[in-house]
């Protein structure tokens, strides 16, 4: 357990028996664009009409209201974070007229939730033992303890009187009970009975009535709002944490202390608790360059429109780190407060939730890339044009191409902050009958991770796929550099080409694991590189899911098991022992049927081939077939060829 001080560890407890619980359940990073007009329903697939919960929203291009919007309190009624104000009771169909089963839904008449064309964040946090709570109390002017349903110790309690004008009070564990933060101030932590000087407990807090300014003064209505810290009762085996909170003391350089919080985040708040400073919220949906010392930043005591600027948290696999010199995250001896929230982290149950292709005739610039979920990685390319194939990650924000070994582009084509996290075209139409293949990164299916200045060898590099990969794609982002494909642990090295491979025994420094993988031995070049920026892709089987494997050329038809139902709806295949055998991609949107199937290659610029019947379905659909004539050109079916796949089902 990470200590959250360094005099005292909260001790996690158990957020109950039954099915397990995931981050997924009970937290939500989700943008929308609002549209001005009544009924606008937000399916971020979070439980608040069942299990209730808090709804934060801010307008991100524009100077509105943090608003914030409870079960406890109600619909229709908001508050807001940099506001000492009471809440608002708005009238009918105005801000979130209900809290739903899979999300919630907004009115018509309130900007800070719904402009029409304004583009929105919205955080959503469930009620839940062990991660978050919310509690509605009238004050007696006493010092007194509130019950509350956490099931484990408080790290960071957030109150706020709903009946008069008032500050938004701070306890974090780290700062202690003797002092408050507070949400609508860039103050430091102050000296202040505002917790009974009591610390709280896993079944009660402490609230102090004895002056008007305080959290308990009698006759005034509050509410609060209760975060727990490193209960690890989540996930598949109920061993997971979701949340933490801490504390890290700044060393003024743009490398920055590094906070192990044992899973990669996908929402940071952070604030200087010694010192002045704003309240900086970042998340996985707007960030930027995961490598970069800017990023996309909202921050909670102030109104101000969201700025791609410096200071940056940079997110890892394993926690973060600040990426920069501002007072605001890393100045020298400075103490700064933070809580983050986990990734994504739910396995798969079917594939249709990590994988979709999205076709058009084109697309406009103003487009979003149709998706069923929120993708981390995309290939995109023109089907009847050629020219080559565009690559894309969240966590990187630039493009690069398969076939071809330039550096990433500069150029913004692409967005990530569509409605709910899709991609977004950027004013750049795009024609040629265009795909996507569209990824989401799960358990046991896919990852992604962005790193530097890898040189070291053996040099172990963290990923979150939960088992060992069995298909990494390295890629030198910031010069120019081959790609390298690593397919049978440490003796197999593909480049994106029609080469053959290179398996000369132990070309990598370690075999992977489920908790990290390894780059090249001794190469500076497509995996390491002293002051480089790299980035990874892995694939491994998930059983229903996904498929990484191999087989043998034949004179007669291969039928290749997947463990699939359904058949497979992408198939990508490289013969390995020879050269001329090309990077060959089909699809079930383009088709894969027992006639001729359109098939494109990753490593060229060519447009779609739709002459070749190259690819059938399985006989029982358990994964795809290789007819045995009609191949003959070896890079599929050549007797004595040895060949790798990707599959989804």
Not at 83 to 112: C, D, E, I, P, R
Request: glycine fraction near 12%; charge should be negative; proline fraction near 4%.
């Amino acid at each position: 357990m990470d200590p959250i001080t360094q005099q005292t560890v909260i001790a996690a407890a158990g957020a109950g028996g039954g099915d397990p619980v995931y981050v997924d359940d009970v937290f939500s990073t989700y943008l929308y664009n609002g549209t001005g007009s009544n009924g606008l329903v937000i399916n971020n697939g979070i439980d608040l009409a069942g299990e209730g919960g808090l709804v934060w929203i801010k307008s991100r291009p524009h100077g509105l209201n943090h608003s914030l919007h409870d079960t406890e309190r109600g619909v229709n009624r908001k508050l807001v974070t940099h506001s000492t104000a009471g809440q608002t009771a708005y009238q009918a169909n105005a801000g979130v007229n209900s809290f739903n089963s899979n999300g919630f839904t907004l009115g018509a008449t309130s900007s800070g939730e719904n402009a029409g064309l304004d583009g929105y964040a919205s955080w959503t946090f469930r009620k839940a033992p062990g991660f978050f709570d919310v509690v509605t109390y009238s004050g007696d002017g006493t010092v007194r303890q509130i019950p509350h349903n956490l099931g484990s110790t408080p790290a960071v309690i957030i109150v706020k009187c709903t009946s008069h004008v008032n500050n938004w009070y701070v306890y974090t564990a780290s700062t202690g009970a003797t002092k408050s933060l507070f949400l609508d101030s860039t103050s430091a932590a102050t000296t202040r009975p505002d917790w009974g000087n009591t610390a709280p407990t896993d079944s009660v807090f402490t609230v102090d009535g004895t002056t008007v300014t305080a959290t308990n003064y009698i006759g005034r209505t509050y509410v609060a709002y209760l975060f727990a810290h490193d209960d690890a009762s989540f996930g598949t085996d109920g061993d997971e944490s979701i949340i933490k909170c801490g504390i890290y003391t700044g060393n003024g350089s743009a490398t920055g202390p590094v906070i192990n919080l044992g899973f990669e985040p996908q929402w940071i708040m952070a604030k200087s608790a010694s010192g002045s400073g704003p309240w900086i919220i970042q998340d996985m949906m707007r960030s930027g360059d995961q490598n970069s010392s800017v990023d996309n930043s909202l921050n909670a005591n102030t109104d101000g429109a969201e700025s791609g600027f410096d200071p940056n948290l940079g997110v890892t696999a394993t926690g973060f780190q600040p990426r920069s010199t501002s007072s605001y995250i890393n100045t020298n001896g400075t103490t700064y407060i933070y809580m983050a929230i986990r990734r994504p982290h739910k396995p798969p149950e079917v594939a249709t939730e990590v994988y979709q292709a999205s076709a058009a005739s084109s697309y406009a610039g103003t487009d979003d890339i149709p998706c069923n979920f929120a993708p981390d990685f995309f290939i995109a390319t023109s089907r009847t044009l050629g020219g080559g194939f565009f690559t894309e990650s969240r966590l990187t924000d630039k493009w690069l191409m398969t076939n071809a070994t330039n550096a990433e582009s500069s150029s913004n084509y692409y967005d990530w902050d569509g409605p709910g996290g899709v991609i977004s075209l950027t004013g750049t139409a795009f024609s040629g009958d265009p795909i996507f293949w569209q990824f989401k990164r799960a358990p046991g299916f896919f990852d992604v991770v962005a790193y530097s200045g890898m040189n070291v060898p053996a040099t172990s590099i963290s990923h979150n796929l939960g088992v060992k990969p069995e298909l990494v794609i390295f890629k030198k982002r910031d010069v120019a550099s081959a790609w390298a494909v690593k397919y049978q642990g440490r003796d197999g090295l593909l480049g994106f080409t029609n080469g053959a491979a290179n398996t000369s025994a132990n070309y990598f420094d370690a075999e992977d694991t489920a908790t990290v993988f390894y780059g090249r031995n001794g190469d500076n070049d497509t995996t390491y590189g002293p002051t480089n920026t790299f980035i990874a892709y892995l694939f491994a089987t998930l059983p229903g899911i996904s498929k990484v494997g191999s087989y043998s050329g034949s004179s007669s038809a291969v039928n290749v098991d997947c463990g699939f139902t359904n058949g497979a709806r992408f198939v990508l295949i490289k013969r390995t022992n020879s050269s001329g055998g090309e990077w060959h991609l089909w699809d079930t949107t383009r088709g894969i049927t027992n006639g001729n199937d359109p098939f494109l290659r990753l490593n060229t610029t060519g447009a779609q081939n739709t002459a070749t019947d190259y690819i059938d379905p399985h006989p029982n659909l358990s994964g795809f077939s290789i007819p045995g004539s009609g191949t003959n050109d070896g890079s599929i079916n050549a007797v004595g060829g040895t060949y790798i796949f990707l599959a989804i089902a």
